[in-house]
């Protein structure tokens, strides 16, 4: 069974612009979860989708949003790029998003924000 | 805020040895916990899920929770250089699977 795929996997923008980021979750999982990696703050949540719906948001600005599509298919996007939103984004997906729900991760969209 | 602590590291062990990671959590209602280890420049992988009070034991990788004292832990026996990483402990959060992370251990085994 093929794993979770992200895309792009390497983006590089400019502050003020924005930036879109996808992920196809492992075949018959429901529930996509995204988070970003820095250094300083490690792993946070940024929010949760399943069926279509966003359940769970993280403590992050407005200006990070999220979709998710009848597939399963989840995009990201983040508008007004500042400096602080480089970062690893990471989308994780499980199979119905309960807490016994292990979650499989993909290999990530590395944005750099000039 | 619900909390899941891990020491930074690093952990040096020497090949062959048995490294012991630590992670401690402020939820109570927590009932579920997961071990993810993290190469650099790579994305985690899921390497041990622990449910119920005692040990899990799978290959040379032992999960052992203790709901009472709030505290899980990772043993990895006979440890080999490619074990090297940091190794993440996560716990969800409310009712779903979205998970708070610790910050995550290094674990750095020489040969």
């Known amino acids: 069974k093929a794993g979770v795929t992200q895309t792009p996997r390497y983006l590089i923008k400019t502050r003020g612009q924005q930036v879109t980021l996808s992920c196809s979750p492992i075949?018959?999982?429901?529930?996509v979860s995204w988070y970003q990696q820095t250094p300083g703050q490690g792993l946070q949540f940024l929010f949760e989708?399943?069926?279509?719906?966003?359940?769970n948001k993280g403590n992050f600005p407005g200006r990070f949003s999220g979709r998710q599509f009848s597939n399963s298919r989840s995009e990201m996007n983040v508008s007004t790029l500042e400096l602080g939103d480089s970062a690893l984004y990471l989308c994780?997906?499980?199979?119905?998003?309960?807490?016994?729900?292990?979650?499989?991760f993909g290999p990530g969209t590395r944005l750099t924000v000039l | 805020q619900k909390e899941v602590e891990q020491n930074s590291g690093p952990l040096s062990v020497p090949e062959g040895a048995i490294a012991s990671l630590n992670c401690t959590y402020s939820?109570?209602?927590?009932?579920?916990f997961f071990w993810y280890r993290q190469y650099s420049g790579k994305s985690p992988e899921l390497i041990m899920s622990?449910?119920?009070?005692g040990d899990k034991e799978d290959g040379r990788f032992t999960a052992q929770l203790n709901k009472a004292s709030q505290y899980v832990s990772l043993l990895i026996r006979d440890s080999q250089p490619s074990d090297s990483a940091t190794y993440l402990c996560?716990?969800?959060?409310?009712?779903?699977?979205?998970?708070?992370f610790g910050k995550g251990t290094m674990l750095l085994v020489s040969p």
């Open positions: 075949s018959g999982h429901r529930s």
């Open positions: 989708y399943f069926s279509e719906t966003q359940r």
């Open positions: 996560a716990a969800p959060r409310g009712g779903y699977s979205t998970l708070t």
């Open positions: 994780a997906s499980s199979l119905s998003g309960e807490n016994y729900n292990e979650q499989f």
């Open positions: 939820d109570r209602v927590s009932q579920s």
């Open positions: 622990i449910y119920s009070n």
